[in-house]
Every structure is written in structure tokens, then in C-alpha cells.
């Protein structure tokens, strides 16, 4: 709502500051005392804490002015604002608030960081010279941490990533990535991890990492979905961190220094959005899980308003991602910061593949015709009042117009007959993607009909149900239920390693969605609590069963063909409400209709909240368009206005669609499209009809003589803007009180069959710069010729593995891939050897160390534990004789130190793999 005089415009910068810089820096808490205006920066004794304010007199030549000295409370400077007048370009400022705090910064030693404003545009120059747009002035309190944290600023580059939270050897060196990035300077960065890799950890690490360089202090975790953010903090936050987490769901909190919130939450407010009560400084880090696409900030408003580094989680493959996360988070050419694939991953062995059946029926692909039902079924339509000679719908209205129990048989057979089951005959932990809730309780009730025996452990988990996420945790811990029918819950957010079978039963249109729920079984049998419940106590792959519905197959679409591109936001229904209103003021029209039109416009932007930093921004071409015809300014109204409205929320969304529909009238009226308004009547009294079944509200009794009116054919003929407007004044606000009708789901239990299936593998793509390698090492052509290799070479040869890709040594592939280094080495050469690697090479230091020897009972036994660790190792040297086990058993005793040189060195000559 605008708090200026109508037509105001401030014509001097002394008016920019007391009418609109003054009131900002007061809101986020500045006290007076702590302001000094006109400071003199050639005279004061900044270090002395003297301050020599303007008099009037200024030593032509000589003396400066700094417009706002912000102080601590010691009265050390923080921070120096250059203004400009209302009208002006704020950075014309810029050289002159660079001299002043040169001047303030020969004094004390201290780096000055500088505001530039006009009161609409702030922008702000930190302590090592970075430039950014900011969304209004810091608080006194986040100067002075962000002061603390610039002095003791270690380099980000050099600090030690922190084991106890990641171990994996790509996690380390994608935060070691992220913190050479950010050590260059730059505030944002966009990570990509397939789901299971471990993007929590990998926040965690980098937040631990950035708060151990004194780069960050207050950190937010922001997600748009709930099981997010309480995985967040439990696995999070509270896992790696000592301080206390502050849940901005419980309440606004401005005390403690880890965050996590709900974009929902921090979108909201009764007087006010909850991040605006904020000082945009506050937050030094912000990490967004896929809450920079929120529906609930489509504009991206958190992160204009907040002064961070701004880090993206993401687990869309690269492929999928669209270019305005790219672009939002500074990654150009396609590319994000830091990418963890999920083949990267599943060559690392840290996820596993996936076998994928996608299956075709009758009924899901093609649908139900009427005329082709036998005469059982058709009584069943007519039941239903359905004319069965005319009933025809297709695949895609499943659960949206019919459900038929004879396709959900069918999709539970096809599951049961090929799932993954544990060693009891039970099915492996599954999850179904249902339609609905209400399809998921269908489903439930046709398994207990075909499988009574299952009924407990097949159950629904969807939002609706009370106390849904105790059933979540049992699905999570306990073996039963083994099925989950889920709706959105299971989605994402939920770690649950034993799941083996996912089974869509619906489209998903979103590449983001599809990954995430996919991202459900992809976790490898390391990350499994509960082996019992695997097929053979093992999980190597998991399987995916793709019903396709109306012809839709969510693994072509997202796997196999180009996807489906993400959709922008949709525009509020306020946005375009005014973007129509502008819209007309463009087309010829009478004075009184102009005047109508102008009349609603001006009320959308006197409603504004101007104290808001993203309307304040428009401050100048809000007064400008004030003291103008708005015809004159259609384009800057559609252009710059119409996104404010984003802050509108409206009283009510149908409220609002009503509005919305009933405003076409104008246009049609303008162009005189007879069949479009009769639609919109259609329209309209369909709304008024069912408004008028509450007569029992006084609201409605009120205004039934209204209501009446709008639904005659008088009111109808020869429409005018003034009927229009009645229908938006006095009609509209009723809508609140409108109830869709229910229209019940047909029942249709026609038979269906499968009439098509393919099988997909997922094909891991293989790393083009280990398959270069792979093709031309020497020592690789001896393993494919069956030469084999010694142990140095095997250690020259993971040297080189290593520099090509850190993590890949001996050590890390057994401990993190549960796998022989040797048969890892088989697999990515193609070898299909299937001998043991450690039983060939206990096999040959038999044969080159033991036999040809004589040996005591002693002497023997060591060797079968040096046997032993050289076959898990791949390699032993001198000095390991010297460290446990091996030093356990006093090898010095048993042998003389030139009989234990030549075991190793026949060791190092013994042939393997």
C-alpha cells in the first residue's frame, strides 16, 4: 500500500533520505545513534572515534562528506551508504563512496564496504572489493559478523574436508571443488548429485567446511517439501553439528546460527513475508533442494532479497536440467559446478542400475468403449446413469473418469509374477506410485482379494491419512509392510536402501519428480540395515515396472527420448489479471470505459506494499505511471508492474479465477464475440447456481436479488463494462462460498490384458577418459592377453587410475564398492574371467613361496597370514613386517632379515589376475 501523497516524487536527495532511506535503515533495526550523516572524511579521527559533522562551511577542495556513516556500538565504522536522489542513477555515486572509505580505511586498517543508493536500488561493494545488487541496507548486527568473518577469513582451498561426515572419495572432492570455487570469490554455485549419492552430507561438509574457514556463520537449509527438511535436520544438521538447528516452521527466530525452513514457511506471513522480518545480510549461506523451482516462490524472490552464497542441490541429470537453474545459479554453457552422475555413480559402485519392464494393457493404452462391453458390464454403466452405446473413454482418464479394477488385478498379477521378493517368498520392499488416494485404496483393497495373505504388509501411505508417518517409519524400519501405495509422500525425502521394485501407475510429467522418485531404489547394498529383506540377502540392481497410461511411458519419455521439458511457472492468477487490465487500456475505448479500467488498475498498485524491497525497486516508474495517462504506459505496465502482483495474493483463488473468466467479458464486449461471451455466461451462472444451494449463509440470502439478476436473459443483452464490473464488485466476493460438485468415478471393470512389453536395461555409459586410458596402458593389453601382472605393476597402474580419477585406488574400491580390486579391473576391461582373484593368488604363493621351501610349523603359519593379506592387499613390502598384524607374530624371530627380503620379493614377482 503505498505510503506516499498521490503524485509524490522526491526532487531532492535530502527528500530520498528522510522520506525513504531513513525509514528502510529503520526497519532493519538501525538506532540513530548509530547513523552519522554528513561525516567528514578528511577531518574526522575515525580511529579515535572523533567525528567532524558538516557545519555548513565546507574548505573548498579540501573536505568530504560521507552522506550515512553506519557505526557499531563502540562507534567503529561498519559501513558508509552513498545517496542519490530519487531520480538519479545511484552508481554516479560510486568513485565518491570509494574515496571515503579509502579515507576511513587509512585510519583504521579495516576494509569499509560501501552502499550505493537511490532508495529503489541498492547495490552493495564488500570488505574485498565484490560487487553486488542487494535488496536494501544490512542490519548493525550482520555488519558486524561479517566484519568478524573477514578478518579471520581463512582460505577456503585449505581447509580440511571433514572425514566424520564424508568418506566417499568423489564427496571429498566435490567439496574440495566447491571450496576452491567459492575461494575464487564466487557467491553462487549449483551442485548435481544423482539421488543416493549423498547431497545431504555433501552440504553438510561444505557448511562445516565454510564455518571452519570463517567464510559463513548464519546458515540456511531451505526445501518445498517437508520429509526434506526433516531429513535435513535429523541426518543433517543435528548428526554433524553441536549448535542447536532452528526450525523456522516452529516460529520466526533471528538467535541461533543453523536454519532450516519450508520455502511455504518463509513465503509466509500475515502482515508480512516471514524472510522480510529478516535483514537481507542475515543469512550467509542459503542451500536450496530443489526450492529454487518451488511453485511456492516462483518469482525467486528468497534469493533476491537475501545477500548469500547461494548453493542449488539438484538431482536432475544434467541433460534434463533447464537453463534457468543454470543461469540462476551463474553456471553457463549447461553445466553445473559440480556434477556426481548417476552413471558416474554406479561405475563408482556407490548406486546400482536398473532393470525396467514396460508393460502395455488394453485398458491403460486404448481405454474402454461402451459397445464393445458383454452385457454384465453394461448394466454395471447403467448403474452409474451411464449410457453404455455412448460411454468411450481413453487410457489417460484412468482415475481421472473411470477406474477398473480388472487393470488393477492386472498390474498386481504382473507385479507379484516378476518382482524382486526376499528369501521367504515375500516381496522385496516396494513401492507403488498410485494415481490418487483414492487409487492407492483401490489398489489396496483388489490386493487383499487376490492376496489375503499380504494384506499386512501391503499398505497405503498417502498425506490424508492420519498419523501417515508413523506408517512411513515402520515401512522404513520394520519388515512389514513390504508394499507401500503411495501418493506423494514416498516421493522424495525418504531413505529406504532395501527398496528393490518401483511400479508407476501413473505419468509423471516432470523430469525432477521422475528422477527423484526413481532416485527411491537406487541405493547399493552397503547402504542396506536389513539383508533379510533383499532377493538372495544381496541387491546388485533394482526393478522398475512402467504401466504406461493414454500411450505415456515415464522411462521413455525421461530415459530414453529428449524428456520432457520443464515447464516455467505458471503465472499467478493476480498477474494476469492486471496484465489483462493493461492490456485493454491499449484498446479503443470510450472515456467511461477507460476510466473503469484505469480505476482498477490504479487500485492493483495502490495496493501495493511499497515498503517491499522488490516494489521498491519500482518506485521511480510507479510515481512516474501515478502522474501520467496509464494508456501512455501499457508496455511498462505489463513489463515491470504486472510481476509485482506475484505479492497479491487475492482473497481466495476461486475468488480470483472467477475474476479472472469474468474479466474476458471486456474484450469479447470490445470485439463483439457473441459465442465467447455466451460461454462465459455459461460459466457464470453455473457458479451462481451453485452459490445459491447455501441459502442458508446470510451471506448469500443478502444477496440472492443480485444473484437473480446476473442469471436473466435482460441482464445479458447488450453487456456493458458497468455489467461487468457488477459481476467482479458485488458477485465475485461470494464465490468463496462455492463447493465443486463430486462427481463420482465410473466403475468399469472391463477385462485388460498386456499387449506389449520391453525390457530396459540401464546401460551405464562408460568414462571416455578411463576407456582413452584403458585402450593404450600396456599393463592393461597383459591383463587382456591372460599375462597377468605383478604387484608393482598393479600399484603403477593404480597410481595412474587414481590421477585419472581420484578415488580409485586398491583400498577405496574394496572398502566402499564391496568388490576385488582385480574383478573391478575385469569388469571395466570386459573380461568375463570368473576364477577368485585371491584364491589364484593364494594359489601361486603356495606354489612359489611355501613348496619350494622348507619351512617349520611356525614359519608356516605366518606365511598362511602373510598368504592371506597379500591376497587381500595386492601388494607387501619390507616395512610392513614391522606393523600389525604381521609385527604380531615376530617375524624377525622366525626368520632372518635377508629370508623375509626374498618372500617379498616373491611376492612382488608372483602373476596375478
Same mark, same amino acid.
Given at each position: ?89 545511484? @552508481? ?52 558486524? =559478523?561479517? =566484519?568478524?568473518?573477514? +578478518? ?13 561426515? %564424508?568418506?566417499?572419495? =568423489?564427496?571429498? +572432492?566435490? %567439496? ?10 564466487? =557467491? ?134 533447464? !537453463? ?98 526376499? *528369501?521367504?517368498? $515375500? ?17 489396496? +483393497? ?12 501391503? !499398505? ?15 515401512? +522404513? ?16 525425502? %525418504? *531413505? ?67 524428456? %520432457? ?151 445479458? @443483452? ?28 465410473? !466403475? ?9 512389453? @520391453? ?54 574400491? !574394496? ?23 585371491? @584364491?589364484?593368488?593364494? $594359489? ?70
Amino acid at each position: 500500500m503505498s505510503t506516499y501523497p498521490e503524485n509524490f516524487q522526491p526532487k531532492t536527495e535530502y527528500q530520498t533520505r528522510k522520506e525513504l532511506i531513513d525509514p528502510v535503515l529503520k526497519k532493519v533495526g538501525w538506532m540513530d545513534r548509530y547513523i552519522k550523516e554528513e561525516v567528514n572524511s578528511v577531518k574526522s579521527d575515525f580511529k579515535n572515534k572523533d567525528f567532524i559533522l558538516f557545519k555548513g562551511n565546507p574548505e573548498h577542495n579540501v573536505d568530504r562528506f560521507i552522506d550515512y556513516l553506519l557505526l557499531d556500538e563502540d562507534n567503529t565504522p561498519l559501513a558508509v551508504i552513498e545517496a542519490k536522489r530519487f531520480t538519479k542513477n545511484p @552508481e554516479n555515486g560510486r568513485i565518491q563512496a570509494r574515496t571515503y572509505s579509502k579515507d576511513i580505511e587509512g585510519q583504521i586498517g579495516l576494509n569499509v564496504p560501501i552502499f550505493l543508493t537511490n532508495s529503489a536500488i541498492w547495490r552493495f561493494i564488500d570488505e574485498d572489493g565484490i560487487e553486488r545488487k542487494v535488496s536494501g541496507p544490512f542490519s548493525q548486527e550482520d555488519l558486524k =559478523r561479517r =566484519r568478524e568473518l573477514h +578478518k579471520k577469513w581463512r582460505d577456503p582451498a585449505a581447509v580440511k574436508v571433514n572425514p566424520r561426515i %564424508v568418506d566417499r572419495p =568423489r564427496s571429498i +572432492k566435490i %567439496v574440495k571443488e566447491l571450496a576452491e570455487h567459492f575461494s575464487h570469490g564466487h =557467491r553462487t554455485a549449483l551442485v548435481q548429485m544423482a539421488t543416493g549419492t549423498g547431497k545431504t552430507r555433501v552440504a553438510m561438509a561444505v557448511i562445516d567446511l565454510l564455518i571452519n574457514a570463517n567464510v559463513v556463520r548464519n546458515v540456511l537449509f531451505v526445501a518445498d517439501r517437508i520429509a526434506l527438511v526433516d531429513q535435513t535436520k535429523t541426518a543433517g544438521f543435528e548428526q554433524f553439528f553441536t549448535e542447536p538447528v532452528a526450525d523456522l516452521r516452529d516460529g520466526y527466530k533471528s538467535t541461533a546460527r543453523l536454519y532450516v525452513s519450508t520455502v511455504q514457511t518463509l513465503m509466509g506471513g500475515k502482515m508480512a513475508k516471514m524472510y522480510e522480518r529478516f535483514s537481507p545480510g542475515f543469512f550467509d549461506l542459503i542451500v536450496f533442494d530443489e526450492a529454487h523451482r518451488s511453485i511456492y516462490d516462483k518469482n525467486n524472490l528468497i534469493q533476491q532479497y537475501f545477500d548469500a552464497i547461494m548453493i542449488g542441490l539438484t538431482a536432475t541429470p544434467r541433460e534434463r536440467e533447464s !537453463q534457468s537453474t543454470y543461469e540462476l545459479f551463474g553456471c553457463g554453457e549447461g553445466k553445473p559446478t559440480v556434477e556426481y552422475s548417476y552413471d558416474e555413480a554406479i561405475r563408482d559402485g556407490v548406486l546400482v542400475p536398473y532393470h525396467a519392464e514396460i508393460i502395455d494393457t488394453k485398458v491403460l493404452s486404448l481405454g474402454i468403449y461402451g459397445l464393445e462391453l458383454d452385457k454384465r458390464l453394461k448394466d454395471q454403466l447403467r448403474r452409474q446413469e451411464e449410457d453404455p452405446e455412448t460411454f468411450e473413454v481413453t487410457g489417460s482418464d484412468f482415475d481421472r473418469i473411470f477406474m477398473d479394477d480388472k487393470t488393477n488385478e492386472l498390474v498386481i498379477r504382473e507385479f507379484m509374477d516378476g518382482c524382486y521378493k526376499s *528369501d521367504e517368498g $515375500k516381496p522385496a520392499k516396494s513401492i507403488f506410485f498410485c494415481a490418487s488416494q483414492r487409487h492407492a485404496r483401490q489398489v489396496k +483393497k483388489v490386493f487383499g482379494e487376490l492376496f489375503p495373505k499380504l494384506s499386512g504388509d501391503v !499398505q497405503v501411505i498417502t498425506s490424508d491419512m492420519y498419523r501417515a508417518e508413523d506408517e512411513v517409519k515402520r515401512f +522404513k524400519t520394520g519388515s512389514e509392510p513390504r508394499i507401500a501405495l503411495s501418493v506423494g509422500m514416498l516421493d522424495t525425502g %525418504v *531413505d529406504i536402501p532395501e527398496v528393490c521394485n518401483l511400479v508407476f501407475i501413473k505419468p509423471v510429467f516432470s523430469n525432477v519428480r521422475f528422477w527423484q522418485m526413481l532416485g527411491r531404489g537406487t541405493r547399493n547394498f552397503k547402504s542396506c540395515k536389513h539383508p533379510e529383506w533383499l532377493p538372495n540377502r544381496d541387491k546388485k540392481d533394482f526393478l522398475i515396472f512402467d504401466f504406461t497410461v493414454g500411450g505415456y511411458s515415464n522411462i521413455r519419455i525421461h530415459t530414453q527420448s529428449n524428456g %520432457v521439458t520443464e515447464k516455467d511457472p505458471k503465472k499467478s492468477v493476480m498477474v494476469q489479471i492486471f496484465e489483462n487490465r493493461a492490456e485493454l487500456l491499449s484498446k479503443s475505448l470510450t472515456e467511461s470505459q477507460k476510466e473503469l479500467i484505469s480505476c482498477k488498475v490504479m487500485e492493483n498498485i495502490d495496493a501495493l506494499d511499497e515498503a517491499s524491497f522488490i516494489v521498491r525497486e519500482k518506485l521511480p516508474v510507479i510515481q512516474e505511471i501515478r502522474s501520467s495517462n496509464l494508456e501512455d504506459y501499457v508496455e511498462e505496465l505489463k513489463g515491470e508492474i504486472a510481476p509485482l502482483m506475484i505479492l497479491e495474493p487475492g482473497a481466495n483463488s476461486v475468488v480470483s479465477s472467477f475474476i479472472l473468466k469474468t474479466e474476458n467479458l471486456f474484450g469479447f464486449i470490445l470485439e463483439r464475440k457473441h459465442e465467447d461471451i455466451a460461454r462465459i455466461r455459461r460459466y457464470v451462472s453455473g457458479m451462481l447456481r451453485n452459490i445459491l444451494t447455501k441459502n442458508n449463509l446470510n451471506a448469500i440470502k443478502d444477496n440472492e436479488d443480485k444473484i437473480f439478476r446476473a442469471m436473466q436473459n435482460d441482464f445479458w @443483452e447488450d453487456l456493458s463494462f458497468e455489467d461487468v464490473e457488477f459481476l467482479v464488485r458485488e458477485l465475485a466476493p461470494l464465490m468463496k462460498y462455492f463447493e465443486p460438485e463430486r462427481k463420482e468415478i465410473i !466403475q468399469s471393470d472391463a477385462p485388460d490384458y498386456v499387449m506389449s512389453r @520391453e525390457q530396459f536395461v540401464k546401460e551405464v555409459e562408460e568414462d571416455p577418459k578411463i576407456r582413452e586410458f584403458l585402450n593404450g596402458n600396456n599393463t592393461i593389453w597383459k591383463i587382456r592377453e591372460g599375462q597377468g601382472i605383478t604387484s608393482p605393476e598393479l600399484l603403477e597402474l593404480e597410481r595412474e587410475l587414481n590421477n585419472l580419477k581420484e578415488g580409485l585406488t586398491i583400498d577405496n574400491v !574394496q572398502k566402499h564398492q564391496n568388490k576385488d580390486f582385480l574383478i573391478f579391473l575385469r569388469e571395466i576391461i570386459g573380461l568375463s574371467r570368473t576364477e577368485d582373484p585371491k @584364491e589364484l593368488i593364494e $594359489k601361486r604363493f603356495t606354489q612359489f613361496i611355501v613348496e619350494k621351501s622348507h619351512y617349520n610349523s611356525r614359519q608356516l603359519e605366518f606365511l598362511m597370514l602373510l598368504k592371506k593379506i597379500f591376497a587381500e592387499r595386492k601388494h607387501v613390502e619390507l616395512r610392513d613386517m614391522a606393523e600389525p598384524p604381521l609385527s604380531d607374530e615376530n617375524p624377525l624371530e622366525l626368520f632372518e632379515i635377508g629370508e623375509l627380503e626374498r618372500i617379498v620379493d616373491c611376492c612382488n614377482r608372483i602373476r596375478m589376475c
